[in-house]
Nanobody
Framework: VQLQASGGGLVQPGGSLRLSCAAS????????MGWYRQAPGKQRELVAA???????NYADSVKGRFTISRDNAKNTVYLQMNSLKPEDTAVYYC???????????????WGQGTLVTVSS
């Protein structure tokens, strides 16, 4: 299973970005998908997650500004980020809890990371 993230870039404070992450490979099923971020000198933290049924969970710092969604038919998760702040600057990683064909259990898979920089 491979995760390919895209959509990062440089944006001014107050601006918006949309991240996408597509899972591919020998996928039988995907449970939760999510986005994490890691700022320089800080630990990786959960930004938002979404279950296969659509239940969502957000970090307090992004509630009301970020929206996570997914397209199960495309095995893709999105993160719409609005009202961006400089403190949102980080490398954003997508994550999927997936079961691949031939495997007996779900495993965590990670994308390569996409850099989001919020600066004027």
């Amino acid at each position: 299973v491979q995760l390919q993230a895209s959509g990062g870039g440089l944006v001014q404070p107050g601006g918006s970005l949309r991240l996408s992450c597509a899972a591919s490979g020998s996928i039988f099923s995907i449970n939760a998908m999510g986005w994490y971020r890691q700022a320089p000198g800080k630990q990786r933290e959960l930004v938002a997650a979404i279950a296969s049924g659509g239940t969502t969970n957000y970090a307090d710092s992004v509630k009301g500004r970020f929206t996570i969604s997914r397209d199960n038919a495309k095995n893709t998760v999105y993160l719409q980020m609005n009202s961006l702040k400089p403190e949102d600057t980080a490398v954003y990683y997508c994550n999927a809890d997936a079961l691949s064909y031939g495997s007996s259990w779900f495993s965590d898979y990670w994308g390569q990371g996409t850099l989001v920089t919020v600066s004027s």
